[in-house]
């Protein structure tokens, strides 16, 4: 497989996300969905609709999330939809629970190392493409958050999620936490999961990460730490494997001495075994590259 093209760009402003966009040359046909970390309430990390605002618009794309399979005030519909307003993200764009009405869509994964099927919010048949907008950090139990668990987790509906944590094996979020896998067989059902996605829009998608507000815990922790390292910048790519590795590489290239912290949390839950995992079933290739855009 040929080398895949990831863009970057220090430049965080609204409108440099449109520009790294643009410099994809990828039309996104049809209804857009756009996924975005849209933040539990109490986390002060997540990134803001306002800055999403001009790229939103710019493909004329719907916001979409999914619940979640945790206590918080994400998971049933009618709190989630609340918070989605208090965060202001259903005040200024079109936004799309898309589990909010079962049943779940279900995607097959032939070639899935842990998962073949993947259970995602059924509203997913409304769109013709995807752009998966990521806040890059850390998280407690992938290690790291990017385009590839935007695209598992991301778009799995609750019992979906259920399903993806306890690698296939329950779909009920109220015995999950009990019942864990052993961690590598949870990183490579997030794997097996974003190749469905990846596969269902046959190649109607964008990745956009951006790498600020870099906490080792993700923008579902109500309470999550501080930023441990300076921000470093945006990147784009039409591969969603090359562009987490190109985000870990530069954590690992950063001279920023709270890289350590942030390299702390990916490699002690084994984070990149993800990108290894669905590099390995063809979700996308590690080999890449960064072209810097000033």
């Given at each position: 497989?040929?080398?895949?093209?990831?863009?970057f760009?220090?430049?965080?402003?609204?409108?440099?996300?449109?520009?790294?966009?643009?410099?994809?040359?990828k039309?996104?046909?049809?209804?857009?969905a756009v996924?975005?970390h849209?933040?539990?309430?109490?986390?002060?990390?997540?990134?803001?609709?306002e800055?999403?605002?001009?790229?939103?618009?710019?493909?004329?794309?719907?916001?979409?999330?999914?619940n979640?399979?945790?206590?918080?005030?994400?998971?049933?519909?009618?709190?989630?939809?609340?918070?989605?307003?208090?965060?202001?993200?259903s005040?200024?764009?079109?936004?799309?629970l898309?589990?909010?009405?079962?049943?779940?869509?279900?995607?097959?994964i032939?070639?899935?190392?842990?998962?073949?099927?993947n259970?995602?919010?059924?509203?997913?048949?409304?769109?013709?493409?995807?752009?998966?907008?990521?806040?890059?950090?850390?998280?407690?139990?992938?290690?790291?958050?990017?385009?590839?668990?935007?695209?598992?987790?991301?778009c799995?509906?609750?019992?979906?999620?259920?399903?993806?944590?306890?690698?296939?094996?329950?779909?009920?979020?109220?015995?999950?936490?009990?019942?864990?896998?052993?961690?590598?067989?949870?990183?490579?059902?997030m794997?097996?999961?974003a190749?469905?996605?990846?596969?269902?829009?046959?190649?109607?998608?964008?990745f956009i990460?951006i790498?600020?507000?870099?906490?080792?815990?993700?923008?579902c922790?109500?309470?999550?730490?501080?930023?441990?390292m300076?921000?470093?910048?945006?990147?784009a790519?039409?591969?969603p494997?090359a562009?987490?590795?190109?985000?870990?590489?530069?954590?690992?290239?950063s001279?920023?001495?709270?890289?350590?912290?942030?390299l702390?949390?990916?490699?002690?839950r084994?984070?990149?075994?993800?990108?290894?995992?669905?590099?390995?079933?063809g979700?996308?290739?590690?080999?890449?590259?960064?072209?810097?855009?000033?």
């Amino acid at each position: 497989m040929e080398k895949a093209k990831v863009y970057f760009t220090k430049e965080l402003t609204p409108e440099s996300v449109v520009k790294m966009f643009r410099i994809l040359n990828k039309k996104l046909p049809g209804k857009v969905a756009v996924k975005v970390h849209s933040g539990e309430e109490g986390n002060q990390n997540y990134l803001r609709p306002e800055f999403m605002k001009p790229m939103v618009e710019y493909v004329n794309g719907t916001i979409v999330e999914c619940n979640t399979a945790y206590d918080g005030e994400r998971n049933s519909s009618k709190k989630h939809k609340k918070l989605l307003e208090n965060h202001g993200w259903s005040r200024i764009f079109n936004v799309d629970l898309l589990d909010e009405n079962g049943p779940d869509l279900e995607l097959k994964i032939p070639n899935g190392k842990i998962l073949k099927q993947n259970f995602v919010g059924r509203d997913l048949v409304n769109y013709d493409s995807m752009l998966v907008l990521s806040h890059f950090k850390g998280h407690p139990m992938g290690g790291y958050g990017g385009a590839l668990k935007q695209l598992s987790i991301g778009c799995a509906s609750s019992e979906g999620k259920a399903w993806i944590h306890s690698a296939g094996k329950l779909k009920d979020q109220s015995v999950l936490w009990d019942n864990l896998p052993e961690q590598d067989a949870f990183l490579e059902a997030m794997a097996d999961s974003a190749m469905s996605v990846v596969e269902y829009f046959k190649g109607n998608t964008a990745f956009i990460n951006i790498m600020c507000n870099m906490s080792v815990d993700c923008d579902c922790c109500a309470v999550a730490e501080d930023p441990c390292m300076k921000d470093i910048g945006i990147l784009a790519s039409l591969d969603p494997v090359a562009i987490d590795q190109a985000c870990i590489d530069l954590v690992i290239n950063s001279d920023d001495p709270g890289k350590e912290h942030l390299l702390e949390r990916i490699n002690s839950r084994h984070g990149t075994h993800t990108i290894d995992a669905a590099a390995g079933i063809g979700a996308g290739t590690k080999e890449y590259e960064l072209i810097e855009v000033e």
